[in-house]
């Protein structure tokens, strides 16, 4: 298959040529090659897919072999079977309605030639990812998409903030990938290979289930999701990176680059599951990850950030699918998810351009008939992301709630626990609805979305309306346990609770039947809306265990204490050369005359010698 | 010719003292032209207790090492007397004293 | 005979030497340094080694000299040069130089007051020398060919007159 290849190489092109042109490329051109590349890329990947879908025969190719080192030898290579069809399909295809997007979001911006070069060398670099056929290579593409990330995340540098958020995410995820790489050592050490398949196959060949180096080995490689997919504890960087472009929030931080790490654990399911343990643990960490976020959702103010949390819970669903087994469920709510937040987050990067960039959700309202696609747009995805019936979001996170229902032992803590969570997504998802598009208008919008913004936006709700019933071409690739057949009122529970979520929401934000104003005057509700506000305090904890620590001790070292011994070193020496440097008189009769004294010493010495 | 017996001693007396000479006149001028002198003569001391020492066992290895300190001699006045003049044009003294410029 | 010319030969040496090294005028300093060197050829002949003597002539006394010679008739440093040189050799500037030179005399005397036996007396052919020379000294010979021609080298570079480019006195100021 000829056109494989193709599928990074468009984006990487049109990124170095936009890079090599140094910002000078005319916006039209650099406007045209960025979206084009990316459309061409889907259509490749179209292409594969159909292929694929004839037969389901996995695709090979190898382009040349990276590096020979002893019996190390990478390769640069491609391995195509449902997962990475899925994948790359979501990369290509939403973000090649994202970078569409983008153009009429971006046109404005002076450098929107380099922005077009981060995002599509980001692309190419999370195709890298998704279709590496060795962890090295798919390493590359990890590396790649977290520097494409630090790029965009402080694209507009100029604001300190931004940088620092950029520095954060960057140094946040670096942590993860630390204990990723050391997983890759530790794997190649034992295994002696990193190709993904015979990977597998040599680990089920030499390891049990439950011994100690795959739970030491998955261990390490969880670290490297957890820092990328945002999840407890590595989860504080992606709020703060919502200072990059809207747009890169919704392909990046929303749609494809968090999800990398639940696509890392479903890609080396079989070596996961020989490690129950560590399923165990990401199961737990998913359900922490998603309450926690959920609750910090509920108190946010800025659209974005709520956004931002709400990702973060989300993917919270998917380890938690991938914590019981259900590896299937969690990529199904991987490609819905991508759908309806990319949707959501392009809706607010459309409310937020229409109205003088304006963040605070308190300082919007009443745009339902100001904005009317926009508020479509945002009531799909909210629907979707609230798992309402027959919506997208609907059926992968039932798959997900059964699942772990069908868990044996902790099955229905999980269950329970992902229901709330539900409960609560709902409830942020419509109050942020009812307070952005309902109630009274309070800043005006100054402008309508263009053709280039309404498209993708229609175009996502109808994935995300529709998506539920894509059938992902998975089975062969990642077991799915099919959870047998629970009892009828688990289901009703599942499907009334985001129900009762919108009812709640309703009541709290838009009938206004219960006050909730009077309940943030309380003292307790106000300590508990600034808790949440504050993200749990996670931030301050790092802040006060992490950070500080580390500053201090840096201060301290900064007058070198080991240092002190070769400064005296230098300073003696520098005491003896300006003692010295007398002798150095620069006659020539003198230093005759000090050589005389050395030859009468030696004279001497060797005289009494012989004596 | 030749034939002459002597104390050897004699000839290393004759060559310490002209070698003391060199010395003393070497610490003492300030002229670069004298300096230049006295290491010739100094060189010369040198040679002719080599050439004693050749003559004390009949062997030419005496001669032979005042050859090569006869080059030696012509290579150092030849670099010496170019600096000499260099030093004549930059200092219009050669008083090696007052050209002490490399000092600490 | 031969002995009491071996004897006066040593005293012209000495005393010429000390001359040469006391005078203030350059060009008469150098005419008693000649005749140290041709004093010391003549004991370079009377202890059996012609070939050395007739160098000592030719080449040190000769050619070398001759190098001086043009470099005191170059700079012409005439009779105020000659009064500052008489200036420099006030007695009082004799007493460190002649305290040390005395003391490395006197070491000198200690070491070679064992000297064995005399001199042989046999006379080393020019032939029998050159011969050693090209035999196992060719290494030797080699490496001072390298030497003059590095004080060739170091000469004409050093000589040259376009080499003064800047006052030393006044950094930046091109003459």
């Known amino acids: 298959m000829t056109v494989l290849w193709l599928i990074p190489f468009l984006p990487l092109l049109s990124a170095t040529l936009m890079l090599l042109s140094a910002g000078r490329m005319p916006r039209y051109l650099a406007a045209w090659l960025g979206v084009g590349s990316i459309g061409l890329a889907a259509v490749c990947v179209a292409l594969v897919a159909r292929a694929y879908l004839a037969d389901y025969q996995v695709q090979e190719l190898t382009l040349w072999t990276w590096m020979s080192i002893d019996n190390f030898t990478p390769r640069i290579a491609f391995r195509v079977d449902g997962l990475t069809v899925v994948m790359m399909s979501v990369i290509t295809g939403v973000g090649f309605l994202i970078h569409l997007y983008s153009v009429e979001f971006m046109w404005e911006d002076e450098s929107i030639c380099r922005y077009f070069a981060y995002m599509n060398l980001f692309v190419a670099a999370m195709l890298l990812l998704v279709m590496a056929d060795n962890l090295l290579l798919l390493y590359l593409g990890w590396e790649g998409v977290g520097a494409c990330s630090y790029l965009l995340v402080g694209f507009w540098y100029r604001d300190p903030d931004n940088g620092r958020a950029a520095r954060k995410a960057f140094i946040v995820t670096r942590i993860g990938d630390t204990a990723m790489a050391l997983g890759l050592f530790l794997l190649f050490t034992e295994l002696g290979t990193l190709d993904i398949q015979p990977l597998m196959a040599a680990a089920n060949d030499r390891w049990q289930i439950g011994d100690t180096l795959p739970i030491l080995a998955t261990a390490l490689l969880l670290g490297g999701a957890l820092g990328k997919s945002a999840q407890l504890p590595l989860h504080t960087w992606l709020p703060d990176a919502m200072a990059g472009p809207t747009p890169v929030s919704a392909l990046i931080h929303a749609a494809t680059m968090v999800t990398a790490g639940v696509y890392l654990i479903a890609r080396l399911y079989e070596l996961f599951l020989l490690a129950p343990p560590t399923l165990a643990v990401i199961a737990w960490i998913g359900l922490l990850t998603l309450l926690l976020a959920a609750f910090t959702a509920l108190a946010q103010k800025d659209i974005k950030r709520i956004l931002a949390y709400s990702t973060i819970s989300q993917i919270g669903y998917m380890f938690l699918a991938l914590g019981v087994g259900a590896f299937a469920s969690s990529i199904f709510h991987l490609v819905t998810h991508a759908f309806f937040k990319a949707l959501l987050f392009l809706a607010a990067g459309a409310v937020i351009h229409c109205l003088h960039h304006e963040h605070n959700i308190f300082r919007m309202g009443g745009l339902r008939t100001r904005l009317p696609v926009v508020f479509l747009s945002f009531l799909i995805g909210s629907a979707a992301l609230a798992a309402l019936p027959f919506s997208s979001g609907f059926f992968s996170k039932e798959g997900i709630l059964l699942s772990a229902w069908t868990q044996p032992g902790i099955g229905p803590w999980l269950w329970a626990g992902g229901l709330l969570g539900a409960l609560l997504t709902s409830i942020y998802s419509f109050r942020l609805v009812f307070i952005v598009f309902f109630g009274e208008t309070q800043t005006e919008p100054d402008r309508q979305p263009g053709w280039q913004m309404a498209v993708p936006l229609i175009v996502l709700c109808v994935l995300s309306l529709v998506g539920g019933w894509f059938v992902l071409p998975l089975s062969g690739v990642l077991p799915d346990p099919g959870h047998e057949p629970v009892s009828h009122l688990v289901e009703y529970i599942s499907i009334g609770t985001p129900l009762l979520g919108l009812t709640i929401a309703y009541l709290l934000y838009l009938g206004r039947q219960v006050s909730i104003a009077s309940l943030m005057a309380s003292p307790a509700g106000a300590a508990v809306q600034s808790f949440w506000y504050g993200g749990a305090h996670i931030d301050k904890l790092y802040h006060l265990l992490l950070v500080r620590p580390f500053t201090g001790l840096a201060h301290w070292w900064r007058n070198e204490p080991v240092d002190l011994l070769y400064n005296a070193l230098v300073w003696m020496t520098r005491w003896g050369h300006g003692r010295l440097v007398v002798l150095q008189t620069g006659e020539l009769r003198w230093y005759a005359t000090s050589m005389v004294f050395g030859l009468l010493l030696l004279l001497a010495i060797v005289l009494r010698d012989s004596a | 010719m030749g034939g002459l017996q002597i104390p050897l001693e004699h000839v290393l007396l004759l060559a310490s003292c002209l070698f003391s000479c060199g010395l003393a006149g070497l610490m003492l001028r300030r002229n670069l032209i004298f300096m230049l002198m006295s290491l010739e003569v100094m060189l010369n001391s040198a040679a002719l207790a080599f050439v004693a020492a050749g003559a004390r066992w009949g062997q030419p290895d005496g001669q032979i090492i005042f050859l090569f300190i006869l080059s030696i001699a012509a290579a150092e006045v030849a670099v010496g007397l170019g600096l000499v003049l260099q030093i004549q044009r930059r200092f219009k003294t050669l008083d090696m004293d007052q050209a002490n410029r490399l000092r600490g | ?175």
């Open chain 3, 1 to 175: 005979m031969m002995e009491s010319l071996f004897y006066g030969a040593s005293a012209v040496a000495l005393l010429a030497t000390v001359a040469a090294l006391t005078r203030a005028n350059a060009a008469h300093a150098l005419i008693y340094l000649i005749v140290s060197l041709l004093a010391v050829a003549v004991l370079f002949f009377l202890m059996g080694a012609p070939f050395a003597a007739a160098l000592e002539i030719v080449v040190y006394a000769g050619a070398i000299m001759v190098l001086f010679v043009f470099v005191i008739m170059m700079l012409n440093l005439g009779e105020a040069g000659n009064s500052r040189e008489r200036e420099w050799l006030a007695p009082r500037k004799w007493i460190v130089p002649g305290i040390l030179a005395g003391i490395l005399l006197l070491e000198l005397v200690l070491a070679v007051r064992h000297a064995p036996a005399s001199t042989s007396g046999i006379e080393v052919p020019p032939k029998m020398v050159g011969l050693t020379l090209f035999g196992p000294y060719v290494l030797a010979v080699e490496i001072a060919s390298m030497l003059l021609l590095a004080g060739l080298v170091g000469a004409y570079h050093i000589g040259r007159r376009f080499i003064v480019r800047r006052d030393f006195s006044r950094p930046g100021d091109n003459s």
